[in-house]
């Protein structure tokens, strides 16, 4: 099994910036990619950036510019940094992991608040 936690999340004015954390444990060779998701109240679960064990990266396109999604290199840490926020970024951040012979993301962190104040 894996376990993430996230940190980092918080209250910036918007134009500020964050850098969240997630912390993986457990059988993390069996671990193909990771990701941040969030969630806005009233809204469902959307993708925010992912990174492959090979180091290839993709971010939709709402935060294409302003997010950077990385990874330490021993696979135990990834982060999401977070600039030029705006209000619509408000949300739980969630970290996932995506296990090899999975179609989708099957490990889920417990979330991080993200508000952006105006």
């Known amino acids: 099994q894996v376990q993430l936690v996230e940190s980092g999340g918080g209250l910036v004015q918007a134009g500020g910036s964050l850098r969240l954390s997630c912390a993986a444990s457990g059988r993390m060779f069996n671990v193909y990619a990771m990701a941040w998701f969030r969630q806005a109240p009233g809204n469902e679960r959307e993708f925010v950036a992912q990174?492959?064990?090979?180091?290839?990266?993709n971010q939709a396109d709402s935060v294409k510019g302003r997010f950077t999604i990385s990874r330490d290199d021993a696979w135990n840490t990834v982060y999401l940094q977070m600039n030029s926020l705006n209000t619509e970024d408000t949300a739980v951040y969630y970290c996932?992991?995506?296990?090899?012979?999975?179609?989708?993301?099957?490990?889920w962190g417990q979330g991080t608040q993200v508000t952006v104040s105006s």
């Open positions: 990174i492959t064990r090979d180091g290839t990266t």
């Open positions: 996932a992991a995506k296990t090899y012979g999975t179609s989708w993301y099957d490990t």
